[in-house]
């Protein structure tokens, strides 16, 4: 794997990646920490991301867009992404890092955290500041007898979900990294929620009092509430029940190819192989369902001059990222196969009795999924699958989750996700034991 910095130092710019015979630069979209960790592994030290072309516009067309890192991978291509060269962003939404010296890099990259409320005084407290309503604002801490702020890095709808709950103000709409509440001192860094707990207090964090926060000056996080929100929930059932094998030769996997829906051996095949069309994948396919049980209607992230039209499957996708299917090793933790699926077409296929559907693919139709109604993938449709071709036989843990990455708002992440046990056989396989859990 190749990486340049370009401008500044050596050790911090905007990052490009070689790919294809080219460099082209990263979108700064779900860029954090741990990815510029992996950037900065190479060089042995420990990473810092930054946004928004900190480092200048990028100079390059984007070959990676949502980028999401464990941090120990070898490289941004080990990392979940959108696909090579399929980006919607602009010249200024250029991801970078800083590689800083002297520090173990995984000791920074997972930095010991602590819980916030042992930290706090007794007379700790919680408040919103500088909205123009009582339902959004800064997020400011009462400790020590002053009010300060929070630092910006690392705030999502996590840790946005925690503050609406302790102040009784309902859901979570947004997570802000912004100045326009207007700032206080920041005094508490690294806060880190799982997104159940109902109170603030109940997180991590990582420094209280003096802290450093190597944001953007001014910035602080903040939060927007609300009472309505969607809330997808995945059905855990339609897996289990629908969950096989199914050998197919390549030639009736064009489409998939072109989507990036198959492993990479399949590439290499296609390269190599003259008569690649007659080589087969062994697919796993299986149904992922989620009905929105919440009280708004759930409507996609990109407006809808960004969708992008799809030709091989004649739909328009709406969402870069709606969902992940992996399997991991279940000992180690280790991915050892993704599904590519990485856009999809959202509408109402079922609704509960007495709701009507409104949103459908079909037409450039709008897009969403209605109170009461699911979104359903059936295991027969293209890309609906996870090619296991190179996968050994074995017990294995199979993680299906929508939304993955919190970038549309809901009441809940608890219920995004549906871990399961996979056992693949020479000849079949069945997934069972799925529980609900958090992306
Ligand atoms: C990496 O950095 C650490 C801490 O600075 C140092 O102890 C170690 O020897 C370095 N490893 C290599 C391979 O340079
Ligand atoms: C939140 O979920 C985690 C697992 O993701 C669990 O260990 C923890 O007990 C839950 N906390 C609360 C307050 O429910
Ligand atoms: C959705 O279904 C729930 C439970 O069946 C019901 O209480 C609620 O009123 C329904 N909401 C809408 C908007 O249909
Ligand atoms: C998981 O990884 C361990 C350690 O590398 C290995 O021994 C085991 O066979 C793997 N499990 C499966 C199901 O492949
Ligand atoms: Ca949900």
């Known amino acids: 794997m190749q990486f340049c910095f370009i401008i500044t130092s050596l050790l911090s710019g905007n990052v490009y990646i070689f790919h294809g015979g080219r460099w082209g ?18 060089f042995n030290r420990s990473g810092v991301a930054t946004h928004g072309s900190k480092y200048g516009e990028a100079t390059r067309k984007f ?25 919607d962003c602009e010249a200024s939404e250029a991801a970078g890092a800083i590689c800083q010296y002297g520090v173990n890099p995984l000791t920074v990259m997972k930095p010991a955290k602590s819980s916030l409320l042992s930290a706090l005084d007794n007379g700790a407290s919680l408040r919103l500041a500088g909205g123009k309503n ?11 007898e002053k009010w ?5 890095d690392g705030w999502t709808l996590y840790e946005a979900i925690a503050v609406c709950r302790h102040l009784a103000l309902g859901y979570a709409a947004q997570a802000l990294q912004t100045n326009v509440f207007g700032s206080s001192k920041v005094i508490l860094s690294g806060v880190d929620c799982r997104g159940n707990e109902t109170n603030l207090f109940m997180c991590d964090h990582q420094d209280l009092g003096d802290v450093t926060c190597p944001g953007d000056i001014g910035h602080v ?23 096989h094998l199914q050998d197919v030769p390549m030639f009736l996997l064009q489409c998939a190819m072109e989507e990036n829906c198959l492993s990479r051996s399949a590439y290499e095949i296609q390269k190599s192989e003259p008569e690649w069309q007659y080589e087969t994948r062994r697919l796993l396919r299986f149904t992922a369902s989620s009905l929105n049980i919440g009280n708004e209607e759930f409507r996609p992230y990109l407006p809808k001059h960004l969708w992008q039209w799809h030709l091989c499957h004649m739909h328009y996708h709406s969402m870069e990222v709606f969902a992940t299917f992996d399997i991991f090793n279940t000992t180690t933790g280790d991915r050892v196969a993704e599904g590519h699926k990485a856009s999809f077409c959202l509408e109402d296929n079922t609704c509960l009795p007495g709701v009507e559907k409104k949103y459908s693919c079909k037409n450039y139709g709008d897009q969403g999924i209605s109170v009461n109604c699911s979104d359903v993938y059936q295991y027969n449709l293209d ?6 071709t190179d996968v050994e036989p074995g017990d294995y843990t199979f993680k299906v989750s929508v939304n993955p990455h919190a ?5 809940q992440f608890h219920n995004n996700a549906a871990s399961c046990t996979l056992r693949i056989t020479g000849t079949y396989a069945t997934v069972y034991g799925c529980t609900l859990e958090r992306p």
């Open 221 to 243: 996080a903040a939060v927007v509430c609300t009472d309505r929100l969607a809330d997808l929930s995945l059905d855990t059932v339609a897996i289990e029940r629908t969950a």
């Open 134 to 144: 009582n339902r959004e604002g800064r997020v400011e801490i009462y400790h020590q």
């Open 148 to 152: 300060g702020s929070i630092c910006p």
């Open 407 to 411: 970038r549309i708002a809901e009441q």
């Open 25 to 42: 630069a990263v979108c700064d979209d779900s860029w954090d920490n741990a990815a510029a960790q992996v950037v900065c592994s190479t």
């Open 63 to 87: 070959w990676m867009d949502d980028v999401v890192c464990e941090g120990t991978e070898t490289s941004l291509s080990q990392c979940i992404f959108s696909g090579w060269g399929t980006s």
């Open 383 to 388: 890309c609906q699958w996870v090619d296991v």
